[in-house]
């Protein structure tokens, strides 16, 4: 069975960075697309950053210039790293990774960023 887990997340100051990362167990085969949603309170659940197979990124436009994300196909991985953290990037942070012909879903990680 194939499970997408999430590390990283929890609390940190305006300013400040943090890295997620995503592993997918259970499939010996590399995963398509792979990245991360998040979601706030209150708000419908927005793209954070993707990445292909082939390493063509995209970002949503309120994280481009201050998170980069990453993969590594060879260990089904993909990370997020997030700098200059502001508290509008406080969310549940979603991975997912695009396997036969549909996405599979992480619990979810949360971020804080509060003084």
């Known amino acids: 069975q194939v499970q997408v887990l999430e590390f990283g997340g929890g609390t940190v100051q305006p300013g400040g960075s943090l890295r997620l990362s995503c592993v997918v167990f259970?499939?010996?085969?590399?995963?398509?697309?792979m990245g991360w949603y998040r979601q706030a309170p209150g708000k419908v659940r927005e793209l954070v950053a993707g990445?292909?197979?082939?390493?063509?990124?995209r970002y949503g436009d309120s994280v481009s210039g201050r998170f980069h994300i990453s993969r590594d196909n060879a260990k089904n991985l993909v990370e997020l790293q997030m700098n200059a953290l502001e508290p509008e990037d406080t969310a549940v942070y979603y991975c997912?990774?695009?396997?036969?012909?549909?996405?599979?879903w992480g619990q979810g990680t949360q971020v804080t960023v509060s003084s």
């Open positions: 997912y990774a695009g396997t036969g012909g549909e996405n599979r």
């Open positions: 990445i292909s197979r082939g390493g063509m990124t």
């Open positions: 259970g499939s010996a085969s590399m995963m398509d697309g």
